[in-house]
């Protein structure tokens, strides 16, 4: 397959779509390097304002870039099969969410807390990057309250950092993976997520069919949702 090598020149800028075009950063020995990464949610037009990308049921996107995505409905979920252990013999599962900004985390957790078979045995590590000043711009953050209070205190461990400190999601998800608790299992996701029914029973069973689970990964890009009116999913 053919390549290209950017050579690294004083001066010279690099931009492409990361999600179309395979690419690797190779390391720089001699001096220190930057990158930029940037979301752009919306629709590419030429010469036109882009409209909100609208679902076939006329619902507003969440990601408008995944529109071709999320226009046709998604498959249904993939069935389980029985319960392979109960109780306390179930491994437990550790998921680190850092959350820039985002009003949409507390909702991600409560969509985990609910649909989750075996919430007892889910432990979350939430990094909040919000505006900490007086000002308290992120107050949105933080509207919807966390599911179960008691299961809310004992499951979920928080840190927070002033937005204005954060240097990328790498230093985030560094910081969550500190709240690490010895669960068995981690889950990796973003703060603007929606979960399946019973989707840690779906993920364990899923990994335990590897050929060896211990040193094995499940890794997947998730189709975006839709939000109505009132901001639901």
Known sequence: ???????????????????????????????????????????????????????????????????RRTIRNPPPPLPIRSNSCSGEDRPRIFVTIPAYRDPETNKTICSLYETAKYPDRISIGVIWQV?????????????????????STTNVRQLTLDYRHATGPCLARAMAQSLHRGEEYILQVDSHMRFRENWDEYLLQQISQCPDPDKSVLTAYPPAYVLDANGEA
């Open 131 to 151: 505006d900490t000043s007086p000002a308290n711009a992120d107050s949105s953050c933080f509207a919807v309250q966390l599911p179960d209070a008691a299961w």
């Open 1 to 67: 397959e053919e390549f290209c090598d950017a050579i690294p020149y004083s001066d010279r800028l690099v931009v492409f779509r990361s999600d179309l075009v395979e690419h690797e950063v190779l390391p720089s020995l001699r001096r220190e390097r930057t990158a930029i990464t940037v979301w752009m949610y919306g629709d590419i037009k030429s010469g036109v304002a882009a409209k909100p990308a609208v679902s076939a049921s006329g619902r507003v996107l969440r990601n408008g870039a995944h529109q």
